[in-house]
T-cell receptor, first 115, second 112 residues
Framework: DAGVTQSPTHLIKTRGQQVTLRCSPK?????VSWYQQALGQGPQFIFQ???????QRGNFPDRFSGHQFPNYSSELNVNALLLGDSALYLC??????????????FGNGTRLTVT | QKEVEQNSGPLSVPEGAIASLNCTYS??????FFWYRQYSGKSPELIMF????GDKEDGRFTAQLNKASQYVSLLIRDSQPSDSATYLC????????????FGGGTRLMVKP
């Protein structure tokens, strides 16, 4: 049973560029959330997708956008990259978004470095 | 003001001892509380969750919640070197679905 898979594992981009990160949820899960984890800090919620729509959003600028496909996979897009966007980007999936006792399963993340 | 606070550590305990990890939160509307373990370079892994005041035990782990004091803790009994990791406390708020707010994490070191 495949867990949450993310690609790529590492990425190096230049300031001002755009990046797309990809996530496939755990089998049976239909809700995908994205988190940003800067070095030495806890993850911060970016947004959540369910039924191909953004359902909740954290305190991130519009440069961060996403998409969910009919097969529940998801993409995170970041435009106009800043040095401060360098972080580990984590995708997490779960089933039934309203049930808190359906725990999040995290992928191994994509390490983004902006130079 | 951070919504979820943890001492960054490192917290160092000898093998076999009890490790006590603490977390405070500011939003009284917080409903659910989670402890995640994160090894260096890896993704967070759920250890326990707790919703009600009191203690919840699972093997060597005990989560304790005190909503009046806005305090949640994780006790690890018989600590092992393999428990050395960063422990993240996370909460969900009223009407927040599954948006988790994480603390900065406490680094635990268990010395043989």
């Amino acid at each position: 049973d495949a867990g949450v898979t993310q690609s790529p594992t590492h990425l190096i981009k230049t300031r001002g560029q755009q990046v797309t990160l990809r996530c496939s949820p755990k089998s049976g899960h239909d809700t995908v959330s994205w988190y940003q984890q800067a070095l030495g800090q806890g993850p911060q919620f970016i947004f959540q997708y369910y039924e191909e729509e953004e359902r909740q959003r954290g305190n991130f600028p519009d440069r961060f956008s996403g998409h969910q496909f009919p097969n529940y996979s998801s993409e995170l897009n970041v435009n106009a990259l800043l040095l401060g966007d360098s972080a580990l980007y984590l995708c997490a999936s779960r089933s039934r978004p309203g049930r808190v006792n359906s725990p999040l399963h995290f992928g191994n993340g994509t390490r983004l470095t902006v130079t | 003001q951070k919504e979820v606070e943890q001492n960054s550590g490192p917290l160092s305990v000898p093998e076999g001892a009890i490790a006590s990890l603490n977390c405070t939160y500011s939003d009284r509307g917080s409903q659910s509380f989670f402890w995640y373990r994160q090894y260096s370079g890896k993704s967070p892994e759920l250890i326990m969750f707790i919703y009600s005041n009191g203690d919840k035990e699972d093997g060597r782990f005990t989560a304790q919640l005190n909503k009046a004091s806005q305090y949640v803790s994780l006790l690890i009994r018989d600590s092992q070197p393999s428990d050395s990791a960063t422990y993240l406390c996370a909460v969900t708020h009223n009407n927040a679905g599954n948006m988790l707010t994480f603390g900065g994490g406490t680094r635990l070191m268990v010395k043989p």
